[in-house]
Nanobody, 122 residues
């Protein structure tokens, strides 16, 4: 069971980035998949995830209207499109798999991606 991330990097305020998270050894369909970030000196916080079996999505307040989580089942990949980035979005972003949304947001993670550093700076 492995989550492999790609994307991230340095972007100016107002810019966009897309993170990818591909599953290997298991189907992402079998888990609740989401993104968690940890900024410098901060605790980890949920960013966005798919909500359990109904396929709906959940976003943190700071992500609403700017970030979009999506998935491509054929590629077994989940994406996080981030627009209108702000300096306070600077963080290490991790994709994560959990049994359900409460578990994912509560830190009870079955598998972690290796992290993608996002730096928003001019």
């Amino acid at each position: 069971v492995q989550l492999v991330q790609s994307g991230g990097g340095l972007v100016e305020p107002g810019g966009s980035l897309r993170l990818s998270c591909a599953g290997f050894g298991f189907s992402l369909d079998h888990y609740t998949i989401g993104w968690i970030r940890q900024g410098p000196g901060k605790e980890g916080e949920g960013v966005a995830c798919f909500s359990d079996s109904d396929g709906s999505t959940w976003y943190a307040d700071f992500a609403q209207g700017r970030f979009t989580i999506s998935r491509d089942n054929a590629k077994n990949t989940v994406y996080l499109q981030m627009n209108s980035l702000k300096p306070e979005d600077t963080a290490e972003y991790y994709c994560a798999a959990a049994d359900d949304r409460n578990s994912l947001l509560g830190g009870h993670i079955e598998a972690w991606g290796h992290g993608s550093l996002v730096t928003v700076s001019s």
